[in-house]
């Protein structure tokens, strides 16, 4: 605890030195950028402080101690109330302060003799500023809830690997990983989970009083695949319409630029529409679905023995084995087999264009947007080294999923990729710019930075 107060107290102190007089606005960007790193690490030593607090608080007001608790002697009906009241936060937040405190907190036995903190890696990770509490809870949450059911072994390593995959991500990056982390350590529990999402499934209808039609849903994660797949295609095909409309009368039949442009939520209900018109047998035909496949990824030794788990491409939610088996007997479904003979996949340069098997391979290899994380359907296959200018092959090694802000943010900042080892189990990186990283230290992407793997 002292230790990351006095941690805490140098990074503070360097963040006020970097801004003396407090004019934030004067600063130049490297030093703005400085700044904003001092200022996340301050606070994520400050989420280490408070939760050993916040621990020490409830243990000081368990319910054995009755009116002396603690809490109750400051007026407080329980220690989170009073957590909550003393530091403005509301009462979810506290609660989760004492849980990564009590996790993370050293331990006595019943000897009396000091005993590691029940999560060491989640402790060590948070003490020195390297995760928040967020990113704590999340994974001490996961752990124990499958503690009973997996091994103290498989436990430690999947605590040590999630901690060192959390820094730099988002809360939404991480929670996927750890449902894939789960679904490893659980696999038993993952048909379990399926069933309860199944039974809790349902879709409303409600006129409302001015003569909209209001909709409102949840899906499992099997049911909501074709749905989530064929509307994100159908609103892809609008966007690229958008991005390459022409003025009219140019010859070419593409959307006129001076029409009203719609949000994304209205392309989303749009594309809805269009979907049910297009089943209730109207004439249109001109629905640009092409593409839009649900991909259902399952390692060959599960599917033979109905062992483990599966995943679905854009689902962060795995399913069970039995799920993929019928998924993979439907239209628009593409069941990838890890370990089976696959299709040529290098084609140097007798073509431009990605196969769709190409792409698939992608898809394995970068689980979506090599640099930040978003779904295959997001996103394209591009040549590393250019076809026309570079005489770039069309093969994986040369190929990355990027969505397009990442592509464009690639082209115009100067970064580079970088991809190490065969096929779908090469690893890619991106190295920044010198005015990012003067070192160019490369940056782990794709499915190794965004997707939950254990050791072989």
Same mark, same amino acid.
Not at 1 to 10: E, G, I, N, P, R
Not at 145 to 149: D, I, L
């Given at each position: 605890?002292?230790?990351?107060?006095?941690?805490?107290?140098?990074v503070?102190?360097g963040?006020?030195a970097m801004?003396p007089?407090?004019e934030?606005?004067?600063?130049?960007?490297?030093?703005?950028?400085?700044?904003?790193?001092?200022l996340?690490?301050?606070?994520?030593?400050?989420?280490?402080a408070?939760?050993?607090v916040?621990?020490e608080?409830?243990r000081?007001?368990?319910?054995?101690?009755?009116?002396?608790?603690?809490?109750?002697?400051?007026?407080?009906?329980?220690?989170?109330?009073?957590?909550?009241?003393?530091?403005g936060?509301?009462?979810?937040?506290?609660?989760?302060?004492?849980?990564?405190?009590?996790?993370?907190?050293?331990r006595?036995?019943f000897?009396g003799?000091?005993?590691?903190?029940?999560h060491?890696?989640v402790?060590?990770?948070?003490a020195?500023?390297?995760i928040?509490?967020?990113?704590?809870?999340?994974?001490?949450?996961?752990?124990d809830?499958?503690?009973?059911?997996a091994?103290?072994?498989?436990?430690?390593? /999947?605590?040590?690997? +999630? $901690?060192?995959q959390?820094?730099?991500l #988002?809360? =939404?990056?991480?929670?996927?990983? !750890?449902?894939? *982390?789960?679904?490893?350590?659980?696999?038993?529990?993952?048909?379990?989970?399926?069933?309860?999402?199944?039974?809790?499934?349902?879709?409303?209808?409600r006129?409302?009083?001015?003569?909209?039609?209001?909709?409102?849903?949840?899906?499992d994660?099997?049911?909501?695949?074709?749905?989530?797949?064929?509307?994100?295609?159908?609103?892809?095909?609008?966007?690229r319409?958008?991005?390459?409309?022409?003025?009219?009368?140019?010859?070419?039949e593409?959307?006129?630029p001076?029409?009203?442009?719609?949000?994304?939520?209205?392309?989303q209900?749009d594309?809805?529409?269009?979907?049910?018109?297009?089943?209730l047998?109207?004439?249109?035909?001109?629905?640009?679905?092409?593409?839009?496949?649900?991909?259902?990824?399952? /390692?060959?030794?599960? +599917? $033979?023995?109905?062992?483990?788990?599966? #995943?679905? =491409?854009?689902?962060s939610?795995? !399913?069970?084995v *039995?799920?993929?088996?019928r998924?993979?007997a439907?239209?628009?479904i593409?069941?990838?087999?890890?370990?089976?003979?696959?299709?040529?996949?290098?084609?140097?340069?007798?073509?431009?264009?990605?196969?769709?098997?190409q792409?698939?391979?992608?898809?394995?290899?970068d689980g979506?947007?090599a640099?930040?994380?978003?779904?295959?359907?997001?996103?394209?296959?591009?040549h590393l080294?250019?076809?026309?200018?570079?005489?770039?092959?069309?093969?994986?090694a040369?190929?990355v999923l990027?969505?397009?802000s990442?592509?464009?943010?690639i082209?115009?900042?100067?970064?580079?990729?970088?991809?190490?080892?065969?096929?779908?189990?090469?690893k890619?990186?991106?190295?920044?710019?010198?005015?990012?990283?003067?070192?160019?230290?490369?940056? +782990?992407?794709?499915?190794?930075?965004f997707?939950?793997?254990?050791?072989?």
């Open positions: 605890m002292t230790t990351s107060l006095a941690a805490l107290a140098d503070v102190g963040a006020v801004c007089d407090g934030i606005e004067s600063l130049p960007a490297d030093a703005l950028l400085l700044l904003h790193a001092s996340g690490q301050a606070r994520r030593l400050m989420d280490a408070q939760t050993r916040a621990s608080i409830a000081q007001s368990r319910p054995e101690m009755g009116s002396g608790g603690l809490a109750k002697q400051q007026g407080f009906r329980n220690p989170t109330v009073f957590i909550a009241a003393t530091m936060t509301t009462a979810g937040e506290a609660a989760r302060l004492v849980q990564v405190g009590e996790a993370t907190a050293p006595m036995t000897g003799e000091a005993a590691p903190a029940r060491p890696h402790a060590e990770a948070l020195s500023g390297r928040g509490a967020h990113a704590a809870s999340v994974v001490v949450t996961m752990l809830r499958v503690g009973p059911r091994s103290r072994e498989a436990l430690d390593e /999947a605590e040590h690997r +999630l $901690v060192a959390a820094p730099g #988002t809360h =939404d990056q991480l929670s996927k990983i !750890v449902l894939r *982390a789960e679904a490893f350590l659980d696999p038993n529990g993952v048909e379990r989970r399926e069933d309860e999402l199944r039974a809790e499934r349902w879709l409303t209808f006129e409302g009083r001015d003569g909209s039609l209001d909709l409102s849903g949840r899906f994660p099997a049911g909501g695949a074709p749905i989530k797949a064929a509307l994100e295609a159908l609103v892809a095909a609008d966007l319409a958008q991005r390459n409309a022409v003025p009219s009368g140019s010859g070419s593409v959307v006129d001076d029409a009203p442009r719609r949000s994304v939520r209205q392309m209900a594309a809805l529409t269009r979907l049910a018109e297009h089943a047998g109207c004439d249109r035909r001109d629905l640009p679905l092409a593409g839009a496949t649900i991909v259902v990824r399952i /390692a060959l030794d599960d +599917l $033979v023995n109905g062992t483990g788990h599966a #995943t679905i =491409d854009g689902i939610t795995p !399913v069970s *039995a799920t993929a088996r998924m993979a439907g239209g628009s593409i069941p990838c087999v890890l370990g089976g003979d696959s299709e040529i996949l290098d084609w140097g340069r007798a073509r431009r264009l990605f196969s769709d098997a792409r698939l391979a992608l898809a394995e290899r979506g947007c640099m930040c994380g978003a779904p295959p359907s997001h996103t394209k296959a591009h080294r250019w076809w026309a200018r570079d005489a770039g092959p069309t093969d994986l040369n190929g990027l969505c397009e990442c592509h464009h943010r082209h115009d900042n100067g970064w580079e990729i970088r991809i190490d080892g065969p096929g779908t189990r090469a890619v990186w991106f190295i920044p710019p010198a005015h990012v990283d003067p070192a160019r230290t490369p940056r +782990l992407g794709g499915r190794a930075r997707d939950y793997a254990p050791a072989a």
